[in-house]
């Protein structure tokens, strides 16, 4: 069965932050920081979907889609990242579960989507080792839990964003600015990828993926120069964490004087057997020659195409091109596809003409890579409901439905109508 689904996460949706004993994580720490988000924006009550889920999974249901991703929040179930569990942390997510199976909807939970236990940071985050055993210990109490109902499991949520943005550029929590010193993150997070999936087979999970944020990577122009950059670039986005776990091997970057703590063992780790990736996907990545900024290439931006509310280049057949390209690249080393995001951001309008046009490339362009003979068994759109998109606060919306984030109103936009009818023309 084709899953079909929408997307959300944790710290972006759930608020009740300090509800039935949550342990602070980075991005409460961050979001509450002067300066960080915009407008001083938190996640202190975003979408009160910890409250509202029933609401959510109504809404699902009249969209007819047959799947969810979700994140689980770390803090909720080890509040302080570590030891005993929370047992009203993983009621929670019982209830939603049940919730979902309830409604016909198979739950693809994520087990880390960037909300890392504040505690933990303050023992140096994703740049101590010891996070990765942390976090497989986290792994075991869910599916502990959970896995005679979950059958599906995404570990990681975009380890590149989450080292990039958070450990080099400062742009996200823990507001790190290392630049390629914050190499190590990549390391401890696809090991700690690598140590869940042993934690969720021997709980018995049957499906585990890892979701990777993946683009195609252009030069910007036939430049040695600029060529050069573009594959440095394609080597930190993309290789680096694609590559160990289907591969088990790293792109080489000794070029950038950094070195990872890679041990005996930890690549066999990383590239245990998965069941499928998870790709999202937003846009492709236009690179030049290095300027002087610490790092070895340029983000010259895509030009020449339509731009989202966020100012990202709408390009469709990107997607295509980018599963065309990791087909040729992994051949049978290639688990089936899953698109775990895509999606936009638009004026806060209810006739959301550009988010059906995005929706609509995109999934025409899905349709092209199958034909091309790319494997791909599920499509998540980001996102069900407008949510905290991270530094830019309530500002970008992404939702199917609307939030008025001053009543708590859901309301479906044109797209989530389009939607329902692509998904069940019969229905309407
Ligand atoms: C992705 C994130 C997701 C959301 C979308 C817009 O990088 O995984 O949480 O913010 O971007």
Known sequence: MFLWGTATAAYQIEGAVTEDGRGVS???????????????????????HYHRWPEDIALMSGLGVNAYRFSIAWPRVQPTGTGEANPKGLDFYERLVDGLLDAGITPAPTLFHWDLPQALQDRGGWMNRDTSQYFAEYAAIVADRLSDRVKMWITLNEPFIHMAYGYGLGIHAPGQALLLDALPVAHHQLLGHGLAVQALRASGAEQVLITNNCTPVRPGSDSEADRAAADAYDALHNRLFNDPVLLGTYPDLSAYGVEMDVRDGDLDVISAPLDGLGVNYYNPTRIGAPTDDGLPFTDLGITGHPTTAFGWPVVPDGLRELLVGLRDRYGAALPPIHITENGCSTEDTLDDQDRIAFLDGHLTALDQAGAEGVDVRGYFVWSLLDNFEWAEGYHQRFGLVQVDFDTQRRTPRASYTWLRNRLSPDAS
Do not use: L, M, Q, Y
Request: glycine fraction near 14%; charge should be negative.
């Open 26 to 48: 980075i991005w409460d720490t961050f979001s509450h920081e002067p300066g960080r988000t915009r407008d001083g924006h938190t996640g202190d009550v975003a979408c009160d």
